[in-house]
């Protein structure tokens, strides 16, 4: 659809795109195809679509895959999307919010096996971007890949480096279970209405296993979450702050481990985290007596 199609759409239920369910609508046709080759959906492939507004992907999805699982909160764009697909077998659609789905009863073809291969393409909601990836890295080992169009600037923290701005909590995260990679950037024109941020689009592929080895997993995500949250400190303080370990024990860890003191939260790669997570988790189950 272009921009006259979609105010007309509008105007015709006499009402306008929700900004509180970020309702910014692709119009760049090219854009879809860059979405749909990053994708690359094939027969074999199940295909859950994350705001499926009014069917432009959800179309594009099903001449290509063996199933689209077509989500969306909107009552009345849902309804647009019954009428659209409710005669294509391909097509499952579902008037929910992701955020309370419980994704579990999504990832089946309906006899109780997982498909061979399992997709998420979506072009995200802005506000709530972040929860709705932490939802699908919670699935990471029954999820292939995603392709999510989000805020360029989350993006960026995505696919950061250690030592930038940029660089935190997040990236840690989502690295932990993914390979990121930016597709593709897009200017507001692209949409309607035209946020009043860049887009991005980014490829998730989901790793086997997870990039570091960790032996408590809810340690780990609690001494990165930590460790950013006053990211300007040094990092031996921001721990001791959190309460992790006895300074004694910090400073054992972070000889032992050649990470100076001093470093910031921001420095460390993923690695490092994993290690000084590793050694203060092995410290308190030593002193617990465990």
Not at 12 to 33: C, D, I, M, S, Y
Not at 212 to 237: D, G, I, Q, S, Y
Request: charged letters at 20%; aromatic letters at 8%; a neutral charge.
């Amino acid at each position: 659809m272009n921009h006259q199609q979609i105010r007309a759409f509008f105007a015709l239920n006499h009402t306008r795109p929700k900004k509180q369910l970020g309702q910014n609508f692709l119009v760049n046709p090219e854009a879809l195809k860059i979405i749909l080759e990053a994708g690359a959906p094939t027969a074999d492939d199940t295909v859950i679509e994350i705001g499926a507004g009014l069917g432009c992907l959800t179309d594009v999805l099903a001449q290509h895959a063996k199933r689209v699982i077509a989500i969306e909160v909107d009552e009345l764009l849902y309804n647009t999307l019954v009428a659209e697909f409710s005669t294509n077998s391909c097509v499952q659609l579902l008037n929910a919010d992701v955020l309370k789905l419980e994704l579990n009863s999504l990832l089946s073809d309906g006899t109780g096996t997982v498909p061979t291969t399992f997709k998420v393409i979506a072009n995200l909601p802005y506000s709530i971007t972040t929860p709705i990836l932490w939802k699908l890295l919670a699935h990471h080992k029954q999820i292939h890949s995603c392709i999510l169009m989000m805020q360029k600037e989350v993006a960026e923290r995505i696919i950061a480096g250690p030592g930038g701005k940029d660089y935190g909590a997040l990236t840690i995260g989502v690295g932990y279970y993914a390979e990121a990679t930016l597709i593709a950037t897009l200017p507001p024109e692209n949409f309607y209405p035209a946020p009043k941020v860049d887009s991005a689009l980014l490829k998730l592929e989901m790793l086997e296993t997870p990039k570091v080895v960790v032996e408590n997993e809810e340690f780990f995500f609690k001494v990165v979450r930590t460790a950013f949250r006053t990211r300007r400190k040094m990092l031996k303080n921001a721990l001791a702050r959190g309460r992790f370990a006895s300074d004694e024990v910090l400073t054992t860890a972070f000889k032992e481990l050649g990470i100076a003191p001093q470093r910031r939260a921001e420095t460390l790669d993923i690695t490092e985290f994993a290690a000084l997570a590793n050694f203060l988790s092995q410290a308190a189950s030593t002193k617990a007596g465990v």
